[in-house]
Every structure is written in structure tokens, then in C-alpha cells.
């Protein structure tokens, strides 16, 4: 009798026992784990790349032109800054920082020469931070100089493609505005490697090539299929001039391999954070010969270099280009 009138409390108190026992009230569970913050959230991140600093890197070149492999340098600047996704500029008046966000910035220079006359490469690339709500590099431009002419090249992401805008000396391009499909960006793999490289996509993937490479061998852009793969590999042969990590596994080496182009890029960073670039080698024919490029990190500085542009500080300049 008493159990039939009292079912329900003794079921309850059998629920409270049998819960205590495992463990499972909401007083007994071990508190869970806040997820790990992305790389642009830690603490480590932000000392590096908010301290009003860009990191400048140099190196020593190897780039093939005209079916030889020519001596030179080249230069990454990455630094971050706000970026306004409307009208894709540099965010620098109070009006217009609504609609600003922090991109990583990378500025890449090369410089070679081949016979009497020179070479001068520069790519800028402006890369969201962070990737929740801006998953894709907002605009990519790149210019080629040398005594023949000029080239220009710019990509713009606007809804769901890039908008292309090419200016040429030579006629076959001319004068170019056109659109391609959204897609992963060569360009952008060493902005990508900086912010996260553990997100790097592997396996099969589309990439639009980068703007340079596009230029120099006087190709159509548009995406590609590529197989790409991320390993570790030792430090022997891409150390350079610089000291610090030299275990086999200190380094990782992302490559791409464009089959159907026949062209072949890896980019080699340190696995530990910064993520420092290496150095990287091309493959590709060139004036009927298969030939590499390759470039070897010879010295690293962090500068607010925008400062320091007066005579006296081509001591700076010395000290990264020696």
C-alpha cells in the first residue's frame, strides 16, 4: 500500500541515488573544456602580429626566365592592418571603418636579372584574419616590370567570384576584365600558413595560380586542380644563413602540383610558431626546358618600416639585404 501510494517519489529518489552514483548531476559533472582558441584569438598570436610591427624577410633567389636560372632576391613583408571590405583599400578615415576588418597583409617582391636589363615582381594580398565570416582573401594585385613593359593584374572577391581586371603591354592580353569562380588562391597559401597551417586544405583541390606565374608564362587565369600534400622534412639545405631550429622534423613542406599545367611549387615554414617561411621552389618549363626556381630565407627583422624612410635608415635596409 505504501509503495502504491508514494510510486512516484520512490521513483524519483531511485532517479536522484542512481544519478548521484554515476556521477551524472549537474554538480558532479567535470567541467568541460573550453574549446582552444584559434590562432588570431591566442595570446601568442596577438603579441606577434598586434605589436605595430611587420616581420621582413629576405631572400636569396634562383628564378628561371628566358630557359636559364637567374641569380636575384626576394622580399616577404607580412603585417597586419585594417582593410575595408566595400571598396577594398586600406581603412585610413574614421567614416569609413565600419566597414573595416584585420587582414594579414602580404607584400612579396622579387627581384632578378637576365642578361643586360632586370626583373621587378611585386604581389600584395590581403587575407581576412579571421575566417568565420570572411573565409576567402578579399583581393589579390600584382605587377611585373621590365624593359620590354609593364603588366597588371588584380583580383577583387565580389559575391560569389573574383573579378578580374589585367592590364598588359603585350597584346594577346591587353586590356582585361573578366570574372572567375571563387576559389582558393595561390597567392593566398602563405598568408594561410602564417594564420593557421593546420587548416591548409590536402588531397585534390582547386587553386587559381599565383598572378606572377600567370604573367611570366603569359597564361589565361582561371582555377585549376591541383594534388597537394603537407609533410615534415629536415631543416638541411633550407636553414641558409639562419640560426635556431634544426631538428629533421622542425619544418614542413606544402606542395602543389598542378598535373595538368605541369608546374609544381612547394613552400617550406617552420612548423612552430610564427610559422616562419624558408623558402619555396618552382618547377616548371620554361622556354622548352624544365627548370626550378628557388629562394632561401637569409635574414629576418621586425620593423615599423613605414617610419623609417629617411637616409640614415638604409642602415635597416643593410641589415636585411646585406
Not at 573544456?33 to 598586434?50: D, G, I, K, L, T
Not at 636579372?113 to 604581389?123: R, V
Request: charged content about 20%.
Amino acid at each position: 500500500m505504501f509503495v502504491q501510494k508514494n510510486f512516484l517519489l520512490l521513483v524519483i529518489g531511485l532517479s536522484v541515488v542512481l544519478a548521484v552514483a554515476m556521477k551524472a548531476t549537474i554538480y558532479q559533472k567535470d567541467p568541460v573544456p573550453p574549446p582552444p582558441p584559434v590562432p588570431a584569438e591566442s595570446p601568442e598570436f596577438r603579441a606577434y602580429w598586434y605589436a605595430g610591427l611587420a616581420e621582413l624577410s629576405s631572400y636569396t633567389l634562383q628564378q628561371a626566365r628566358y630557359g636559364s636560372v637567374n641569380p636575384g632576391t626576394a622580399v616577404l613583408i607580412f603585417v597586419t592592418e585594417d582593410f575595408r571590405t566595400d571598396t577594398q583599400v586600406k581603412s585610413e578615415l574614421a567614416a569609413g571603418s565600419v566597414n573595416a576588418v584585420p587582414v594579414l597583409k602580404t607584400n612579396f617582391v622579387k627581384k632578378f636579372i637576365t642578361g643586360i636589363y632586370d626583373y621587378s615582381l611585386f604581389t600584395s594580398v590581403f587575407t581576412p584574419i579571421n575566417r568565420g565570416p570572411l573565409p576567402n582573401t578579399l583581393k589579390v594585385s600584382s605587377s611585373a616590370q621590365e624593359w620590354c613593359g609593364n603588366t597588371y593584374l588584380q583580383l577583387n572577391l565580389r559575391n560569389n567570384g573574383y573579378q578580374v581586371l589585367g592590364h598588359s603591354y603585350f597584346e594577346n592580353e591587353g586590356d582585361e576584365a573578366y570574372r572567375v569562380d571563387k576559389t582558393l588562391l595561390e597567392d593566398e597559401l602563405y598568408n594561410r600558413i602564417r594564420l593557421d597551417p593546420a587548416k591548409l586544405p590536402t588531397g585534390d583541390v582547386q587553386l587559381i595560380p599565383a598572378l606572377t606565374s600567370i604573367r611570366l608564362r603569359h597564361k589565361k587565369l582561371g582555377p585549376q586542380t591541383a594534388t597537394v600534400t603537407l609533410t615534415s622534412i629536415a631543416a638541411q639545405g633550407w636553414s641558409g644563413g639562419v640560426t635556431g631550429r634544426s631538428t629533421t622534423d622542425s619544418l614542413q613542406a606544402y606542395t602543389v602540383n598542378y598535373t595538368q599545367d605541369a608546374r609544381k611549387l612547394t613552400i617550406v615554414f617552420e612548423k612552430a610558431f610564427p610559422h616562419r617561411i624558408m623558402g619555396w621552389e618552382e618547377t616548371y618549363s620554361d622556354f622548352g626546358k624544365v627548370l626550378t626556381s628557388k629562394a632561401v630565407l637569409s635574414k629576418t627583422i621586425r620593423s615599423d618600416y613605414w617610419k623609417h624612410h629617411n637616409p640614415a635608415d638604409t642602415t635597416l635596409r643593410n641589415e636585411l639585404l646585406p
